[in-house]
């Protein structure tokens, strides 16, 4: 796992699992929110959004969250692990207004710290419809990679609490493995 998608409706916890995950498999993490979004707002123009997804696709390693459909293609090319958090809508809902409660007037540590939290009609409408707009092409994308590459869908917050813990035990093992091997990883 040296390139990690981390895709999903908003308010199902990707850039929060990112962060997790950056911290057990020791890999940059890219918010795209972080990046999209200039002062105020601002969507990046696409020619530079398209630099951008090609320069961070063309490392060696990273973990990459966010959606931003036209440059998906690029991310799923490139990425090893593709991580679909696939939530219930009522879950997502829920978690766009409590992030917007917590953030009030304040701008998400995942954001650019000029874009203080908001919570528009549009966006409610938008995660309201992302199983009806998104889910399905989602699913067809990740069906043609499966066989290139390993796809996990995360429906549950069972599953993902289960998914972060499976990888903690595992870079155990692993530190375990190296330090009775003498720091030599067989």
Known sequence: MKRILVIGSGGTGKST?????????ELPVVHL?????????VPTPNEEWDQRI?????????IIDGNYSRTMDARIKRADVII?????????MYRIIKRRVIYHKKSRPDMNGECAEKLDWEF???????????????LRKLDQAKDHQQVIILRTRKQVAEFVQSLVSSQRMEE???ARNGGNHP
Do not use: H
């Open 17 to 25: 699992l990112s962060g997790k995950l950056g911290t057990i498999v």
């Open 33 to 41: 929110d972080s990046y999209f979004w200039k002062a105020n707002w």
């Open 54 to 62: 090609e320069q961070w696709t063309n490392e060696d390693r990273w």
């Open 84 to 92: 679909f958090l696939d939530l219930p809508r009522l879950l997502c």
């Open 124 to 138: 409610i409408k938008w995660v309201w419809n992302y199983r009806k707009r998104s889910r399905m092409n989602t």
């Open 176 to 178: 375990y493995d190296r």
